[in-house]
Structure formats: structure tokens, C-alpha cells
């Protein structure tokens, strides 16, 4: 599905904040941010996805955790075996359905 220009740069007005930045001596360019509450609607939906419980125990205790302490415990078993703590080192992996 294509859009006209007209409906990119509506668009584009109503979410995204455009600003001119200094690159270099003589050069600028437009840079585009999201607006405020879509910044803040995008910071809410990510941190609830950390958040959210998933069926993969944990380490020492417990059956589900929530997806940021599955990323902290991944990257502890890995700093482990990177160190030559652990023999082998085999990723939790949980698979996400939307």
C-alpha cells in the first residue's frame, strides 16, 4: 500500500517534530523526532513489554519472569561463559507471539 505525499507529510506533521542541526562547518540538515506524547506513548508500550510476565524460569527461583530479567540473566550467563566460567553456554530463547 502506497500514500500520496500529501497524506506522508500530514502524517509527519501531526507525530514527527522536524529540527534543523549543524552537521559540520557549512553543512545542516533536518533531523525528525516524535512528537511529545508519542515519545511518551512509545516510552509506555516499551516499558510494559519489559514488564510482562513470560513461562521461562529463572535462574534460582521461580517459573516466569519478566522479560527484562530474562535479558539481565542471559547476559550474566554469557559474561560467565565469555570469562570461561561456564563450559557451554545455551540461550534461553521465548518466542513472542502478537
Given at each position: ?32 523526532y ?18 510482562s510476565k ?45
Amino acid at each position: 500500500m502506497t500514500f500520496g505525499y500529501s497524506v506522508v507529510r500530514a502524517l509527519n506533521q501531526r507525530i514527527l517534530r522536524l529540527k534543523t542541526e549543524n552537521l559540520a562547518r557549512n553543512k545542516r540538515s533536518k533531523r525528525a523526532y516524535l512528537n511529545d506524547t508519542e515519545t511518551k506513548d512509545l516510552m509506555r508500550k516499551l516499558n510494559e513489554f519489559f514488564e510482562s510476565k513470560i513461562e521461562v524460569p529463572r535462574i534460582r527461583v521461580g517459573k516466569q519472569q519478566t522479560v527484562e530479567t530474562l535479558i539481565n540473566e542471559e547476559a550474566l550467563l554469557f559474561a560467565k561463559f565469555l570469562r570461561n566460567e561456564l563450559k557451554t553456554w545455551i540461550p534461553r530463547i521465548y518466542s513472542l507471539q502478537y
